[in-house]
């Protein structure tokens, strides 16, 4: 379906984007754990590859994409070294990081769901597994760096874009209107959804009538 929408050369360029992006956001948080060289390109491999190859798994799309095509394993080295080398100030990183997986998140989610679709899934499925394949690869950068995964806790609405934009396509497909345009609207959504979330602090709701007198933990 993908190589409806895009010739193969964009539908590649759109993956290398995806995994370049997410490489950078976990390179970046390695950067912030004060991870050496080897750590910042696992930390990088694991965020951007990770989604994706559960994904393939799942759909028994197998070997997985980042096996059987050399580029998408050589990209997050890349962004590791861009980031070893050229990572901004220290005070910058944490915004640089949302950045970069505010965009993941939106790209991924998408081809995800789509991909999905292509072998046999429902749309409901489908839609599910973009949302683990936008989520799957951050959940593991998280538990590396023996954080609380933001899908978990979904501070400041991490999975709940990822959602909307799976949901959009799935929509699309149903409405036989899935084009370039509701393609990019539904990356572009995504997007801007996640960086306003955290602009003005949204995040889901906490349990109904929660009354408990010990604060959250950060």
Request: aromatic content about 6%; charged content about 10%; overall charge negative.
């Given at each position: 379906m993908l190589h409806d929408l895009f010739p193969p050369g964009?539908?590649?360029?759109?993956?290398?984007?995806?995994?370049?992006?997410?490489?950078?956001?976990?390179?970046?948080?390695?950067?912030?754990?004060?991870?050496?060289?080897?750590?910042?390109?696992?930390?990088?491999?694991?965020?951007?590859?990770?989604?994706?190859?559960?994904?393939?798994?799942?759909?028994?799309?197998?070997?997985?994409?980042?096996?059987?095509?050399l580029s998408f394993f050589v990209t997050p080295l890349v962004a590791a070294a861009f980031v070893f080398f050229l990572h901004p100030e220290v005070q910058r990183i944490n915004r640089a990081i949302n950045v970069f997986d505010a965009a993941g998140l939106a790209l991924f989610c998408v081809t995800g769901t789509t991909k999905a679709y292509e072998y046999g899934l429902g749309l409901t499925a489908s839609a599910a597994l973009g949302l683990a394949t936008a989520v799957g690869g951050g959940v593991l950068r998280d538990v590396l760096v023996n954080e609380v995964p933001s899908l978990l806790r979904d501070r400041e609405m991490y999975?709940?874009?990822?959602?909307?934009?799976?949901?959009?396509?799935?929509?699309?497909?149903?409405?036989?209107?899935?084009?370039?345009?509701?393609?990019?609207?539904?990356?572009?959504?995504?997007f801007v959804l996640r960086l306003l979330a955290m602009r003005y602090h949204w995040r889901a709701p906490l349990a109904w009538n929660r009354r408990s007198s010990v604060a959250e933990e950060p």
């Open positions: 964009v539908q590649h360029a759109l993956d290398l984007a995806g995994i370049f992006v997410f490489a950078t956001s976990g390179a970046l948080l390695a950067v912030r754990k004060n991870f050496d060289v080897f750590g910042i390109a696992v930390l990088a491999l694991v965020t951007a590859l990770g989604g994706g190859l559960f994904r393939d798994l799942v759909i028994g799309a197998v070997p997985p994409a980042a096996f059987g095509e999975a709940v874009p990822a959602t909307v934009g799976a949901a959009m396509v799935a929509l699309s497909i149903a409405a036989d209107s899935l084009n370039a345009i509701t393609t990019g609207l539904a990356i572009v959504t995504t």
